[in-house]
T-cell receptor, first 112, second 114 residues
Framework: DAKTTQPNSMESNEEEPVHLPCNHS???????IHWYRQLPSQGPEYVIH???SNVNNRMASLAIAEDRKSSTLILHRATLRDAAVYYC?????????????FGKGTLLTVNP | DTAVSQTPKYLVTQMGNDKSIKCEQN?????MYWYKQDSKKFLKIMFS???????INETVPNRFSPKSPDKAHLNLHINSLELGDSAVYFC?????????????FGSGTQLSVL
């Protein structure tokens, strides 16, 4: 499985933008970059995904480097409810069985 | 209505017992999954079913047996429970299991084996 590297933890202040980095230097050409988050005591929640181009949705933006070896999840205005573990995942397209493999993620703390 | 629902939310049982966790999705998805999150918070895929057919089995002990009576349900039966089975189990679903699709997760079942 292609691996991702994320900082263990990050801190932000409420209403400020947050940039969560992810390195994935061994990404293959057909791997999608997915971001999920897990709030305390809840199941993982889809945030955003992309292949090559930057993506925006109501929750966040995903900026993908031109060589695709890194990406950044951008929360435009962090709220206390954004405090969670954020997972950057390469959705494995190797073989015929697709599986979403979670790493350690980044624990985001949002200060009031 | 909850998209992916699991029952029970909490399950406390003794070693050696057999227990089941039920999962249902009302999204019309073809693919369902079971994930396990251990005490260190690592999320690992256990099984994946597509249209009631097992497509992923991640070296899970034979004591774990998933059963999919129809596309909307994927239950997890665990025989002879061990202390190490204590974890949070998450069910998830996706439309067709492709890499450009998103997974929807349930809220989890916290299993405690005493």
């Amino acid at each position: 499985d292609a691996k991702t590297t994320q900082p263990n933890s990050m801190e932000s202040n409420e209403e400020e933008p947050v940039h969560l980095p992810c390195n994935h230097s061994t990404i293959s050409g057909t791997d999608y970059i997915h971001w999920y988050r897990q709030l305390p005591s809840q199941g993982p929640e889809y945030v955003i995904h992309g292949l090559t181009s930057n993506v925006n949705n109501r929750m966040a933006s995903l900026a993908i480097a031109e060589d695709r070896k890194s990406s950044t999840l951008i929360l435009h205005r962090a709220t206390l409810r954004d405090a969670a573990v954020y997972y950057c995942i390469l959705y494995n397209s190797g073989g015929s069985n697709y599986k979403l493999t979670f790493g350690k993620g980044t624990l985001l703390t949002v200060n009031p | 209505d909850t998209a992916v629902s699991q029952t029970p939310k909490y399950l406390v049982t003794q070693m050696g017992n057999d227990k089941s966790i039920k999962c249902e999705q009302n999204l019309g998805h073809d693919t369902m999954y079971w994930y396990k999150q251990d005490s260190k918070k690592f999320l690992k895929i256990m099984f994946s079913y597509n249209n009631k057919e097992l497509i992923i089995n991640e070296t899970v002990p034979n004591r774990f047996s998933p059963k999919s009576p129809d596309k909307a349900h994927l239950n997890l039966h665990i025989n002879s429970l061990e202390l190490g089975d204590s974890a949070v189990y998450f069910c998830a679903s996706s439309r067709g299991g492709q890499t450009n699709e998103k997974l929807f997760f349930g809220s989890g079942t916290q299993l405690s084996v005493l």
